[in-house]
């Protein structure tokens, strides 16, 4: 018998059907309970946005000057215009670009959404909301599809070709080689471009794997091939095509669908807007055809590809993914199973519905790792190897050597130290919520000294906690201070992936070991522990209560991801700031 990390495979179509369903319902639920909440709980909850004034419409999209944004919005979420009291009447957009240092949001059309072209009044208020799309239905006709593949049925079973064409692998190299990438980089890239069906390369943190995908892909095009490339998120498929376009200028690139961040950047880089039923005029070969699931899942069933290519396949689910398999028997999954997963609405009690289609490929046929990273200086990078990667991953030798700004003499020395690349300083308390006052404090002096001792600019430090509540305290006790919070990212986890910064600095805000034994799997998750830590060049500061370390969580993957946490600690400079910002300090 299969222990239960393990479940049977030939069920999986079930399972995968059954996620669907309780995500679906999932989704109907909370929509229905977010539009009887007033604007202003939601607003609390990251799921509105209020008094978003109309400065500009456009063909192609919209533009509202907003004064806070503190949404759970992400490019390319479906949204809804309107005074958020009559859904029915709101206008059907996507979620474009927020920029916090103008307050300006960019809203895009939905090519797909019926209705005639809206009515907008230049300085009205409006309200932007969550939209429901109920894709579910379409991406289960993708799952019961691919199972009906038996190629693709074998590859999400385990038994998926791995082999490689050894002539193309010679050629492959010596190209890649020319490039100029690493030799991790040169085999991991190598060894997909001559894949029999299946290749899977891991990318840590910083380690280019969007260089090697674009060099991998411009070869292939080259070549001849029509390759469909896709992500989750809009940002990560324009990405890939940026960095394609930079290094070939005369590549035929396609996106299909909603432009997501906006259509002028995509239109600049000479990259063309398809309908998905118009696409047959684009693909022609050598193209390189670019969207997220949705928009593939739309793609004419005859439309055929050589390559079907995955970037950022660790967040991606596998019926999401399912939808791009279909068009290709060769693919290419580029991601990492060790930062972010993928996002669920529901609660499942099903492991294998849930994770992402590189963690489940990844335990059938493991990955090639790209073990260089180019943005860790060694000491970062040294923990982050050892904690999640068991120390396969090194700096590459220009960033290695790299330090913080340092100026001695400082009240903080001990702890921005750059000698100590990451550092735990302790403020014990025993806050059971989402906020912790005494982190604020702590983290508010922290980044003052940071940039007015040591000259670090604003813009190369992040503020990460793991509630939007802290993240709300966090961005008040730095303003009180004033920081140009505008200048800096102060924000959760989830909306700094993929990015990076000089220094970070994490607020872990619980301190009630019995509170977080309740709800270990979500505070104690590695993924999100390494996302934090990995977006820093060269100082990574956690701050937290020694009694996140001394928790129990109750359920076996809390109690597990909550070891490493403690493992962590352990091998950190610990300074302890609890008789200077801890409670008993605050009320004296």
Wanted: proline share 6%; aromatic share 6%.
């Amino acid at each position: 018998m299969l222990p239960a990390s393990q479940p049977d495979e030939r069920d999986l179509q079930a399972r995968l059907l059954r996620f669907l369903e309780r995500e679906d319902v999932d989704e109907r639920r909370s929509s229905d309970e977010l539009r009887a909440l007033p604007v202003g709980d939601r607003v609390v909850d990251g799921e509105c946005i209020d008094d978003a004034v109309l400065v500009r419409a456009a063909r192609d999209g919209i533009v509202l000057r907003v004064g806070e944004n503190h949404s759970k919005f992400r490019e390319g979420d479906a949204i809804a215009l309107g005074d958020g009291l009559d859904f029915d009447a709101a206008i059907p957009l996507v979620y474009g670009r927020f920029d916090p240092v103008s307050g300006e949001l960019r809203l895009e059309r939905d090519r797909y959404a019926r209705g005639d072209d809206p009515v907008l009044e230049p300085g009205r208020r409006y309200v932007v909301d969550r939209r429901s799309l109920g894709l579910r239905g379409r991406l289960r006709d993708c799952v019961k599809a691919g199972f009906a593949e038996p190629a693709i049925a074998d590859v999400l079973a385990g038994r998926g070709a791995v082999g490689r064409d050894d002539a193309r692998f010679e050629r492959a190299r010596d190209a890649l080689v020319i490039a100029g990438l690493d030799p991790a980089q040169v085999e991991a890239g190598a060894s997909a471009m001559a894949t029999h069906g299946l290749a899977l390369v891991q990318g840590p943190p910083g380690t280019g794997k969007t260089r090697m995908l674009a060099e991998a892909l411009c070869l292939l095009a080259r070549a001849g091939c029509r390759i469909v490339l896709s992500a989750f998120t809009h940002r990560a498929v324009d990405n890939v095509l940026f960095a394609a376009r930079r290094l070939d200028r005369a590549l035929t690139l396609v996106k299909v669908g909603n432009a997501g961040t906006g259509a002028d950047d995509l239109r600049a880089a000479d990259v063309r807007l398809v309908p998905a039923n118009r696409l047959e005029l684009a693909a022609n070969a050598g193209a390189i055809v670019a969207g997220t699931p949705f928009a593939l899942e739309r793609l004419p069933a005859r439309v055929n590809f050589h390559f079907a290519v995955f970037d950022e396949a660790g967040q991606l689910p596998i019926p999401h993914a399912i939808a791009g398999m279909l068009l290709a028997r060769r693919w290419i999954f580029v991601g990492d199973h060790h930062q972010l997963p993928p996002v669920v609405t529901a609660d499942h009690a099903d492991p294998a519905a849930t994770r992402s289609v590189f963690e489940h490929l990844h335990a059938h046929y493991g990955a090639m790792l790209l073990d260089r990273s180019y943005r860790m200086n060694d000491g970062v990078c040294d923990v982050v190897g050892r904690t999640f990667y068991g120390g396969r991953l090194r700096s590459a030798p220009l960033a290695a050597s790299r330090r913080m700004p340092f100026v001695p003499g400082g009240t903080f020395d001990a702890v921005l130290d750059p000698e100590q690349a990451v550092v735990l300083a302790r403020v014990d308390h025993l806050q059971p919520g989402h906020r912790s006052g005494e982190e604020a404090e702590l983290a508010g002096d922290l980044v003052s000294e940071c940039v007015r001792r040591h000259g670090v600019p604003p813009h190369e430090i992040a503020v990460i906690a793991p509630f939007r509540a802290q993240v709300r305290l966090l961005r008040s006790a730095l303003e009180r201070r004033g920081i140009p919070i505008d200048r800096l990212v102060v924000d959760t986890v989830e909306r700094i992936q993929g990015q990076e910064r000089e220094v970070v600095v994490v607020s872990l805000a619980a301190g009630d070991p019995a509170a977080l034994d309740r709800r270990g799997s979500f505070f104690f998750s590695p993924n999100r522990l390494n996302v934090a830590l990995s977006r820093a060049r060269t100082k990574a500061v956690i701050v937290a209560s020694q009694g996140v370390f001394l928790a129990l969580p109750m359920d076996p993957e809390g109690l597990r991801a909550a070891s490493i946490y403690k493992t962590l600690a352990r091998s950190l400079p610990q300074i302890d700031f609890s008789a200077v910002y801890g409670p008993r300090a605050r009320v004296r």
